[in-house]
């Protein structure tokens, strides 16, 4: 069993950064897959990334790439998403999600529904 906690979301400038984090309690295997996604006010839950924890390299979508970095920090049990360039657009629930496996995959996974643990989500707010 995981527990996933988001935090770090607010309220920032057009142009800021923020960078948001997502604790996970448990044990966490090399095998486990992690994402980011968010979800605007009437909108879809929208796949912003993804990563094995063994630490393979990370797997964005093209709405985000090169504005958002996914990292991890083992230590920590932490997982972050450094946000760049921030615009309107980008006000939403931010939520990490984990994929328990018990053997590695080779592909990244994209979709919400191959997710087993979610957090509670953190708002971020896009505003002049």
């Known amino acids: 069993q995981l527990q996933l906690v988001e935090s770090g979301g607010g309220l920032v400038q057009p142009g800021d950064s923020l960078r948001l984090s997502c604790a996970v309690s448990?044990?966490?295997?090399?095998?486990?897959?992690m994402g980011w996604f968010r979800q605007a006010p009437g909108k879809g839950r929208e796949f912003l990334g993804a990563?094995?924890?063994?630490?393979?390299?990370?797997y964005y979508a093209d709405s985000v790439k090169g504005r958002f970095t996914i990292s991890r920090s083992v230590a920590k049990n932490t997982v972050y998403l450094q946000m760049n360039q921030l615009n309107p657009e980008d006000s939403a629930v931010y939520y990490c999600?984990?994929?328990?496996?018990?053997?590695?995959?080779?592909?990244?996974?994209?979709?919400?529904?191959?997710?087993?643990?979610w957090g509670q989500g953190t708002q971020v707010t896009v505003s002049s």
């Open positions: 999600a984990a994929k328990a496996l018990n053997s590695f995959v080779r592909r990244y996974l994209p979709s919400e529904g191959e997710y087993d643990y």
């Open positions: 448990g044990t966490i295997l090399a095998t486990y897959h």
């Open positions: 990563f094995k924890w063994r630490g393979d390299s990370t």
